[in-house]
């Protein structure tokens, strides 16, 4: 994993230099546009220095009681007076006690650029290169001037605005006694008074653990993004393809299967009924009806003979016969076999129902049952 530290040269975020863990982040390279940054695999870690002159920041103590999405609210509620645009025109993150506001079209065109990318992100304000817990600091850093706060806040000016700025701190806060890190601090008249100086580097900054950091980065979900993002080579990515339009596509087809299944089981329901009963019209609640027409099945109806025996045997096979593989039948023992497949239940406990009264008994049943749908053999004897 290679990690690549940028800073953009003014605020309209286009061109910057960047630092790389190559030669311990100390040799600037400058670059013109992000999309320089897309040769990185997603290995790679990319830390995206904001100008802190873009974001707003505010100490804020949340309420641990509240969720955080109540406890932003209140963060909004509290700062709106102080924006410049309105509300909506603003994006606004809570991290770490640290309220941030940043123009929400300022943020939007950065973080579409920055979800293009392959690599990890990380999007700070780039005063967080020497903010120290407790502590104030003033660094430069790229031509610029970045002001850390002992409260967690920062900002960052130009290099031209330092005397006036440090002017503005010491009145409006006298207890402000900062560490400077600072070339030539002394061709600075304001820095005069501050005793505490010390050398800044890079890689002390990279060194540290960076996810404790305020990521202020969200990724800008889209088809093109998340399949940079993994990386898929174009077999890979047909493949991913098929995948989702099978997961889109399943469940319609299975709808339209269990329609249909539902329609022909309706219609073979209905021509059952119909060559049971010729004055059967409609059929509503099939266990009921089938029940009151096995009732009705008169017991006069007995068959004398052995030639009205098989007349009943072949009415029970009408009853099913879309379900019925084969009939075997034995005229020395009086007997047949019924091999089924696939017979709904309620066909099949018809025909068990009804066999008694045609003086048809049955010996033997090898059926087994999945989904309702039965299938096997059946061994009935003529009485």
Known sequence: MKTYLTHPSDNKLTN????SDSDDYKKAIDYKNINEFQSLSH?????????????????????KKLSHQNNLAKFISEVDTNLVKDVSKNKFFLINNIGYVIEKSVYEQLSESLSSLKCKVILLPDYFLNQKINEDSVTEFNSKILFAFSDGTGTSIEKESLDQYIS?????????????SIENNEKHQSLKNFKNNSSFALKNFLDNDLSIL???????????????????N?????????????????????????????????????????????NTNKVVTPK????????????????NNKESNFKNLDFLITIGDKFIDGVEINFKTNSATLTIKDMPQMQYNLIRGIANRFNISILDENISSLNKLNSGSIKIKFQ
């Open 288 to 303: 009921i009806q089938i029940d009151q027409l096995i009732k009705q099945v008169p017991s006069s109806y007995q068959p």
């Open 168 to 180: 503005f701190i010491e009145t409006s806060s006298p207890e402000f006694d900062p560490t400077i």
């Open 16 to 19: 910057g230099v960047f630092y």
């Open 43 to 63: 290995k790679d870690l990319l830390i995206y220095l904001i100008p802190s002159s873009l974001v707003s920041t505010y100490p804020f103590k949340e309420n």
């Open 234 to 278: 174009k077999f890979e990515l047909i493949t991913c393809c098929i995948l989702v339009l099978s997961i889109i596509s399943l469940p319609y087809i299975l709808i339209v299967q269990n329609n249909n299944h539902t329609n022909i089981y309706k219609e073979e329901t209905f021509n059952l009924f119909k060559k049971i009963d010729k």
């Open 214 to 232: 305020p990521n202020l980065y969200k990724f800008n979900f889209s088809i093109k993004n998340v399949i940079k993002k993994l990386n898929f």
